[in-house]
């Protein structure tokens, strides 16, 4: 089992920046990627981002890329979501997910999930 949690989620304006962090606890395989997705209010989960386990590979919704930085400390079994130059409609609950994902933008291949952050961005 894996055990997330992630931290870094508030209230932030336009314009302005805020990084997640995601620990991970238990048994977390070398091939697993990690990611990040969220869901806005009235609006189904979406993907985000998501890195593999060297961290040599990222991949960026449309939406975020150029924004958002996604990385990883394998020593710490963390992995970040940086995100800059925050919009309105970034506002959302952000989870993180790990897993084999061999559908990497797909939530049903991701296999352990957190509990979510609340980021809102004010306009």
């Known amino acids: 089992q894996v055990q997330l949690a992630e931290s870094g989620g508030g209230l932030v304006q336009a314009g302005g920046s805020l990084r997640l962090s995601c620990a991970a606890s238990g048994r977390t395989a070398s091939y697993y990627r990690m990611g990040w997705f969220r869901q806005a209010p009235g609006k189904e989960r979406e993907f985000v981002a998501a890195?593999?386990?060297?961290?040599?590979?990222?991949y960026y919704a449309d939406s975020v890329k150029g924004r958002f930085t996604i990385s990883r400390d394998n020593a710490k079994n963390t992995w970040y979501l940086q995100m800059s130059s925050l919009k309105f409609e970034d506002t959302a609950v952000y989870y993180c997910?790990?897993?084999?994902?061999?559908?990497?933008?797909?939530?049903?291949?991701?296999?352990?999930w957190g509990q979510g952050t609340q980021v809102t961005v004010s306009s």
């Open positions: 890195i593999s386990w060297s961290g040599g590979n990222t």
């Open positions: 997910a790990t897993g084999i994902a061999t559908m990497i933008t797909s939530e049903g291949s991701y296999s352990y």
